[in-house]
């Protein structure tokens, strides 16, 4: 009221600011806007905008400015439209959009007069609704709160009295009529609560009262059934438990740390593992140097064995390993032992370690440079060096191993003696290294009681083990009985003291110069238990090369002082492990030959039962007489094996569309060049059909059933400028097998599976299949089919992209005038195809066996190779390398036992004589040493376990009584294979092609004219010399071919060879002599020609 601000309508009160709002009239629509920061609620609910009013509306100015806004123009129109003939008001939808009772909450209007008390409760009831906890508010909005409900609770008492007393004065009758219909509907409509008396409003509370105690009783209910069910389930887990303990033996602590003793130790063994590792690889690594001898390179590889943290290379070539361009990260991550390759490399006069997946990797180098051997314009452009040999080379090779015990450091006393170089390859003596292990100084630290107990290290102390797969984790349970007479010495070592010692290397003997020049010597820091092996903070401590030393003892006088911090477990490598001296050289050629004449004398076959067993005795140390047989002198039939099988499927896709006549016709395929897979040329809007044509050419080998499923999918475009336009990803469509399926078996080795599915493109419900394509654009599809075989576990499965066009129903006549004109302009690609092509490789792998009885199943060195004739005496290494690494690591443990023994003796004879002046021998003492020699006696004539040894040969059983073909089908009913598909892309290369008669059935002699077409690695087989109707293909990797006047005199034909592949024969007969030695020598590179006369 006081302020200068010009306004039509002055109030006063708080929260009323200067330019509180403004009403504004535009033909009859008022719209009120709010001030900055004024207080306006409307309806209950605050604005901050312009807001239209409606008749009826509650406004709010402040917090007691309280008005109705009434607007006679609306309230004519609602007079109007209540009394229009028809128009009859219902439950729903009576209610004009603006009416103010629809802006507001109906059960809060009901037919209550409007007043001052309602639109109070009303913002009240707005305002506290939002809030989601009534203990937020603070005193005074709750003495608000209550005395807005109290003054609402009063103004309905009265209300009853005298209802229509309280109305408006400017409100007509007409007005207030409508209001109480409008009021009255709503009512009706919600059904659920009326304000009218306090009647109603007694029986809202006691139904909520009444809804408030039954779910207070159903909740009850529900926590004496979870409290029942508890206690239900208490009572069975310890009946369960009860009955468990009772069921389980129990165990001392004692025997609980024997137990995961013993199988920390089991899990160690890896003998078996091993075996099957070389069983399984043998092929790969026949393969390999197959590839090897026949390309010339002067290089062999063979089985090794790689044991617990075994150094690799020389830290004098340490910086040449970051030029490496394939890190060899597997020879790290396997556990140890674990089986490896050996690389002897003849050109660089080197041996190094590769591990077996890095010579896989080789390998399928090694095969492409091959597949190009008869390519020279290709050939230029490979590395031929990269695959066969390390790059960059090795120029050191590893002598051997010499194992130091360091116990004198735990007893600060020095310690020099001379310890023998092992070949770790053979376990051969390879020489001698004198050693002193010195200790300079130490830190003062006290030990714990605990600490004294464990870690006490007693002279006399029975049999302490090195740490070795075999005998590691030792224990002595008498350690504390024992340590009794040390325990007034302080000269021990203590966990967490600073240990200074130094190491020195004095000299090296026994190694001549003709085997190995540029000695040195090696020793890592991990070898003391501080640092993990392999770890970034690994230091390795490397003497200077020697040479020029003949067969004379070299000095070495190298000295190395090392500072470390002593851990519990330092301290456990100190007690009972040894410290590893590396020695490395360059290796001779003298050294190279050795190597490989080991290994050909260690892999010689068994001689005859008679011999058998000697044989094998001195070999290996173990008795495998039984398993020695003759049978191992032959191969071994391949259905008996348990090997990987490889066979060449061929898949032929057709789609048909349906013809005016009712029969489906295949669609052509159109190929812009030789290289061009091509497309399907399909019609819009036809019913089609995928037709599936599968062979191979390994006959009952590889016997199939059926297809079981097919689905179609990953539909994408191809555009003229080569991108691919990917559609929503969606799962493959199924699509129906029709029954007609048919198997059928050859006389000629080969084996047809044929089936049709109906195609519904529609289903994709992809705009590529359902619109016309670009004339230089394609649809590409996923097309994938699973096969049953007899003797797979899971169905194959195969898939493969196909693509096509799709073209207007009219397209024949254009069609035809357009494959005229390209046949006209490029008749090179003026192929007309009806089928799309595909080649798969097919690997058949069985589940590796955990039997030491079904070992030789696994074997694969008997399989053949093409160009094995080339290895000569050489063969893979046998389960004998891991018996040889066995009694080697035998023989290695006893030496270093004895090294161990005889520091231990010599240590105790030092102390007798520094304390043989202090005589505290009682006699208790004395009985209690006797006592514990005698002990030590018992033990070593002690032989605890079963004398068994396992036992595991790569030579089959001798055969039982049981006929061979009962075995077979035992075999074969539970041996079922894991098949792992890889589709191969058709090579661009052609080596040869030409006209060659291929006997189609020897019986019937009958004969038949085939196009060929060398593909290395396969021979693709051709109707004719269009090569659009292919007939087949034959993988030659693997092929052996033979050649023999007789058989051409027997059959009278001329220019007749034979080709035999891992899994079928075939017969081919040129149309002259040269042209046949032409194909003989194209298809196997390794046959004599001269064998054959001119």
Not at 363 to 387: A, G, I, T, V
Not at 389 to 414: A, D, R, W
Not at 601 to 609: G, I, N, V
Not at 1026 to 1042: L, P, Y
Request: charged fraction near 25%.
């Amino acid at each position: 009221m006081d302020s200068d601000v010009y306004a039509d309508i002055r109030l006063s009160g708080p929260n009323i600011q200067d330019d509180h709002c403004t009403f504004e009239n535009n033909n009859g629509v008022v719209t009120l806007s709010p001030g900055v920061d004024s207080l306006i609620m409307v309806n209950g609910q605050r604005i901050t905008k312009p807001r239209q009013l409606k008749n009826g509306y509650r406004i709010i100015l402040g917090f007691y400015h309280i008005f109705r806004f009434n607007n006679p123009e609306e309230v004519r129109k609602e007079r109007e439209n209540s009394t229009a003939p028809g128009n009859n008001l219902s439950l729903s939808g009576s209610l004009p959009p603006d009416s103010p009772i629809t802006d507001t909450n109906p059960n809060m209007a009901g037919s209550e007069v409007i007043d001052w008390n309602y639109a109070r409760r009303e913002a009240v009831l707005n305002y506290y609704s939002a809030e989601q906890n009534l203990s937020d508010l603070n005193d005074e909005e709750l003495e608000k709160l209550y005395d807005g409900i109290a003054k609402i609770r009063n103004s309905r008492r009265t209300r009853c009295e005298s209802r229509t007393d309280n109305n408006d004065d400017n409100e007509s009758t007409t007005t207030r009529d409508s209001s109480y219909r409008n009021s009255s509907l709503v009512n009706m409509e919600d059904g659920l609560e009326s304000v009218y008396t306090d009647i109603t409003s007694t029986s809202e509370y006691m139904l909520e009262e009444k809804l408030k105690q039954d779910k207070e009783r159903m909740q009850r209910e529900l926590d004496n059934q979870k409290r029942v069910y508890e206690a239900k389930i208490q009572r069975m887990s310890r009946q369960l438990s009860v009955q468990v303990q009772q069921s389980i033996q129990q165990y001392t602590e004692r025997e609980i740390q024997l137990i995961t003793k013993v199988l920390h130790k089991w899990k160690k063994l890896r003998t078996v593992d091993m075996a099957e590792v070389i069983l399984t690889n043998a092929v790969m690594l026949k393969e390999a140097n197959i590839i090897a001898r026949e390309l010339k390179k002067q290089i062999i590889y063979q089985f090794t064995i790689i044991q617990q943290n075994e150094p690799l290379t020389s830290s004098l070539e340490y910086n040449l390993s970051q030029f490496e361009t394939d890190e060899d990260s597997a020879l790290i991550t396997t556990p140890k032992p674990c089986i490896g390759i050996r690389v002897i490399d003849k050109k660089n006069q080197a041996i190094y370690i590769w591990s077996i997946e890095k010579l896989k990797q080789r390998l399928h180098k090694m095969r492409n440079l091959y597949n190009f051997m008869d390519r020279p314009q290709y050939r230029k452009h490979f590395n031929w060096e990269d695959p066969f040999f390390e790059n960059p080379c090795p120029k050191y090779t590893m002598i051997g191993l010499s194992f130091v015990p360091m116990v004198n450091l735990i007893h600060q006393q020095p310690y020099e003696g001379s310890f023998d170089i092992t070949c770790q390859f053979n376990g051969q003596h390879r020489g001698k290294l004198k050693v002193q292990i010195s200790p300079l100084a130490r830190s003062v630290a006290v030990p714990t009681n605990t600490e004294k107990s464990i870690l006490r290290h007693p002279l006399l102390s029975s049999s302490p083990q090195p740490l070795f797969p075999e005998n590691d984790d030792s224990d002595d349970e008498d350690s504390d009985t024992e340590g009794n007479m040390l325990q007034n010495d302080h000269t021990t070592l203590s966990v967490g003291q600073n240990l200074l010692f130094e190491i020195k290397i004095i000299e090296f003997s026994g190694i001549s110069e003709s085997e190995f020049t540029d000695i040195h010597i090696q020793f890592r820091l991990s070898s003391f238990g501080g640092i993990p092996p392999y770890s970034p903070a690994e230091k390795i401590f490397v003497t200077e090369p020697a040479s020029f030393f003949e067969n004379n003892p070299v000095q070495v006088d190298f000295a190395q002082t090392i500072s470390l911090v002593v851990t519990p477990n330092v301290l456990h490598v100190l007690m009972y492990g040894f410290i590893t001296f590396e020695v490395y050289g360059q290796a001779q050629t003298r050294v190279l030959s050795q190597q490989e004449r080991w290994d050909d004398q260690r892999e010689k076959p068994p001689r005859l039962p008679g011999n058998s067993a000697e044989s094998v005795h001195s070999s290996s140390g173990s008795s495998m007489a039984d398993s020695a047989t003759v049978g191992s002198l032959e191969r071994i039939s391949e259905e008996e094996l348990l090997t990987a099988e490889r066979h060449d499927v061929v898949a032929w896709i057709e789609i048909q569309e349906l013809s005016p006549s009712g029969e489906y016709s295949p669609m052509q395929i159109t190929c812009k060049n030789a290289l061009d897979k091509g497309y399907f040329t399909l019609r819009q809007g036809l019913q089609r059909r995928i037709c599936f044509t599968l062979m191979h050419t390994s006959g009952h080998q590889f016997e199939w059933t059926r297809i079981k499923s097919a689905s179609i999918g990953h539909v994408r475009l191809l555009d003229g400028k080569g991108r691919i336009l990917e559609t929503p990803a969606q799962e493959n469509i199924p699509i129906k097998l029709l029954s007609r399926q048919q198997v059928v078996y050859r006389s000629d080795g080969t084996s047809q599976l044929t089936a049709q599915a109906a195609w519904d493109s529609s289903q994709h419900d992809c705009i590529f299949l359902n619109r016309l394509t670009d004339l230089n654009s394609r649809v590409i599809l996923n097309l994938m089919w699973e096969v049953e075989a007899e003797r797979c576990q899971k169905p194959i499965r195969f898939n493969m992209d196909i693509a096509i066009q799709i073209q207007s129903r009219d397209r024949s006549l254009r069609t035809s005038k357009l494959s005229s004109l390209k046949r006209l302009w490029y008749p090179a690609a003026a192929r007309t195809l009806t089928k799309y092509s595909g080649v798969f490789s097919v690997h058949l792998k069985p589940p590796m066996t955990r039997r030491t009885s079904q070992l030789w199943r696994l074997n694969t060195a008997t399989k053949y190779v093409h160009g094995e004739e080339l290895l000569g005496s050489w063969k893979p290494r046998g389960v004998s390398l891991v018996q040889d690494f066995n009694s080697m690591q035998e023989r290695i443990n006893r030496k270093n036992q004895v090294a161990f023994t005889r520091q231990i003796l010599n240590l105790k004879k030092q102390q007798v004589q520094q304390t043989e002046q202090v005589k505290e021998a009682a006699t208790d003492e004395q009985e209690r040493q006797l006592a514990l020699l005698k002990k030590i006696v018992d033990l070593w004539q002690l032989r605890l376990g079963t004398d068994k040894e396992i036992v595991i040969s790569q030579d089959p059983p001798v055969q039982t009584d049981m006929p061979i073909t009962v075995q077979r089908e035992e075999l074969q009913s539970t041996a079922k294979l894991l098949a792992e598909v890889e589709f191969v892309n058709q090579p661009a290369n052609v080596s040869k092609k030409g006209y060659l008669l291929y006997q189609q059935d020897a019986a019937k002699d009958l004969w038949i004219k085939r196009w060929f077409v060398i593909r290395r690695p396969y021979i693709y087989i051709y109707a004719n010399d269009t090569e659009s109707d292919e007939q087949g293909v034959i993988n030659v990797a693997s092929v052996r071919i033979d050649y023999n006047e007789a058989l051409e005199k027997m059959i009278q034909r001329t220019n007749v060879f034979a080709v035999y592949t891992n899994n079928n024969a075939y017969t081919l007969q040129a149309g002259a002599r040269q042209e046949m030695i032409q194909w003989i020598q194209m298809i196997d590179q390794k046959f004599p020609l001269d064998t054959i006369t001119t």
